[in-house]
C-alpha cells in the first residue's frame, strides 16, 4: 500500500487531530494582511479592464421585474463552477419568488456565459449593465474573472457578490464588490496547519498555477504560515491552467523528495497534474484548497486522487442542520442532484443579495450596496454570514478528503 493511502486507524486519529486543531481556537490572520493580500496580484493575462469605456449605470427602469444579473462560466474548462454556481441560485430565486419576490415584483435572473474566459467576463458583465441594466450582479467563482467583472460594476456603481471567489484583491477592486466566502489567507493558514499536523509533513513541494490569481494568492498564504512553523518548502514548480506535461515540474519536485505535495489549482488541472505524477512514481499525499471541489475531480483524476485531502466552503454530511436541510430542498428542486459547496455558497450569496434589496426597500443601488455591506449574522446554509469592513467575511471551513470516489467529511475548521 502506498504510504499515502491512510489506514482506518490513521483517519481516525487525523480527525481527532483535526477536532483538536478546531478547539485550539485556529485564528484568522487579521484584515490588515493587506499588504501580503496585494503581492499576489494581477499576474493572469488579460487583467486589465476598460472600465472607462463603462459608465455609470442607468437608473434601474425595469417595471416587471427585479433583474440580477449573473455571470459566471456554464461553458469551457472549469463549466462546474459556472453550473452548480447557477443551480444554487436558481433555488433562491424560487424560494424567494414564491414567497412573493421583492419589492412586490418576481426576481429574474439574466445569466451570462463567460466561456471561462476573463476577456468575455468583461464583455459579458458590460452587456449585462449597458444592455440588460441589471440591479445588481452575482458572480463569479473564479477569482481572476471575478477580478475582471468586480472593476466593471465597481465603474457602473452597480452591486455585485461573488460566492466563492477567495483571493483578497476581488473585493479590494471597490465598495460595491463583496463575497459570502472565507479568503485565502485564512485557507492557506489552514492548508499549512493541516499538512504540518495531520500529514505530518516537515517538507512540502508546491505547483502553482501562475495564470491564475487564486493559485498563485494560496501558494503565497500557504509559504507564509508553513515556513513559519518551521516547515520547509522544498520545490516550487510553476504551470499555467490547461497545460498538459508536467514531467519536468513533477521531475524537480521528485528530486526534491518532498513529504506532501500542495497543489492549490483548479479540479481539471489537478486531475491531470495527479495522475502524471502517480505515474512517475510519486507517492506523497497530495492536497489543496477549494478549487478541486468538483465531482469531476474524480472522474477525470481517478486512483489518482483518492486519499488526497482539500479545503472547501461547506459538505452536506458534515452534519450542520441547515446544510442538511439546504440539500434536501436542493435535490427536490433539481431532480436528485447532489449539491456541491459552490451551489451552498451560492445559495446564500443570492439570499444576501434578495435580503439587501428588501432593507433597501427600492431599487437605488447605493442604497442596495449599504443594506449588504450591513449584513450582519445572516443564518446561510454555510455559516453565519457577517460582512466586514473590507466586504469579506469570516466563516467556517470544512476540509474533505477524496474517498471511494467520493468526498468525505473529514472536519470543519472554525476561524
Ligand atoms: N476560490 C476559488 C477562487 O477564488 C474558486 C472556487 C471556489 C473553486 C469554490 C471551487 C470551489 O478562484
Redesign the pocket.
Known amino acids: 500500500m502506498p504510504s499515502f493511502l491512510l489506514d482506518k486507524r490513521a483517519s481516525r486519529a487525523l480527525l481527532c487531530a483535526a477536532l483538536a486543531f478546531v478547539l485550539s481556537g485556529c485564528k484568522e490572520p487579521p484584515a490588515s494582511t493587506s499588504d501580503s493580500n496585494a503581492s499576489p496580484t494581477g499576474t493572469e493575462s488579460g487583467t486589465q479592464t476598460d472600465a472607462s469605456t463603462v459608465g455609470k449605470a442607468k437608473p434601474y427602469d425595469r417595471k416587471d421585474v427585479i433583474l440580477i444579473g449573473e455571470y459566471g462560466d456554464l461553458t469551457g474548462d472549469t463549466a462546474a463552477?459556472g453550473t452548480s454556481t447557477r443551480d444554487g441560485i436558481a433555488l433562491a430565486v424560487d424560494e424567494a419568488n414564491k414567497a412573493g419576490g421583492l419589492l412586490g415584483k418576481k426576481i429574474q435572473i439574466q445569466l451570462e456565459d463567460n466561456n471561462g474566459k476573463p476577456d468575455e467576463t468583461t464583455s459579458r458583465v458590460k452587456k449585462l449593465i449597458n444592455q440588460d441594466n441589471v440591479l445588481a450582479v452575482l458572480g463569479e467563482?473564479?477569482?481572476?474573472r471575478?477580478k475582471m467583472g468586480a472593476q466593471v460594476c465597481q465603474a457602473a456603481g452597480v452591486p455585485m457578490i461573488t460566492p466563492?471567489?477567495?483571493?483578497p484583491n476581488v473585493t479590494q477592486v471597490g465598495d460595491y464588490i463583496f463575497r459570502t466566502?472565507f479568503i485565502d489567507p485564512f485557507q492557506g493558514t489552514i492548508c499549512a496547519r493541516f499538512a504540518a499536523q495531520n500529514l505530518k509533513a516537515k517538507r512540502v513541494a508546491i505547483l502553482t498555477d501562475t495564470a491564475?490569481?487564486?493559485s498563485v494568492g494560496l501558494t503565497d498564504f500557504f509559504k507564509k504560515e508553513f515556513v513559519k512553523n518551521g516547515g520547509q518548502i522544498v520545490a516550487e514548480e510553476n504551470y499555467k491552467a490547461k497545460d498538459q506535461q508536467f514531467g519536468s515540474q513533477l521531475n524537480n519536485i521528485k528530486t526534491a523528495n518532498p513529504e506532501a505535495i500542495f497543489l492549490p489549482g483548479?479540479y481539471q488541472d489537478v486531475a491531470t497534474i495527479a495522475k502524471q505524477a502517480r505515474d512517475a512514481g510519486l507517492d506523497q499525499p497530495m492536497f489543496g484548497?477549494?478549487?478541486?471541489?468538483?465531482p469531476d475531480l474524480v472522474a477525470l483524476g481517478g486512483d489518482a486522487v483518492q486519499n488526497c485531502y482539500f479545503t472547501?466552503?461547506a459538505s452536506e454530511d458534515s452534519g450542520d442542520p441547515r446544510m442538511k436541510q439546504f440539500s434536501a430542498k436542493f435535490r427536490a428542486f433539481h431532480k436528485g442532484k447532489s449539491p456541491g459547496?459552490?451551489a451552498a455558497?451560492a445559495y446564500d450569496a443570492a439570499n444576501i443579495l434578495f435580503a439587501a434589496i428588501k432593507k433597501a426597500g427600492g431599487t437605488d443601488r447605493a442604497k442596495i450596496r449599504d443594506a449588504i455591506a450591513a449584513t450582519t449574522k445572516f443564518p446561510g446554509v454555510t455559516g453565519d454570514i457577517t460582512i466586514n469592513k473590507d466586504r469579506n467575511v469570516v466563516k467556517q471551513l470544512v476540509i474533505l478528503q477524496v474517498k471511494d470516489d467520493k468526498f468525505k467529511y473529514v472536519a470543519t475548521i472554525k476561524p
Open positions: 463552477f467563482v473564479a477569482s481572476s471575478s466563492t471567489s477567495t483571493n466566502c491564475n490569481a487564486y483548479y484548497g477549494d478549487g478541486w471541489d468538483d472547501t466552503h459547496a459552490l455558497v
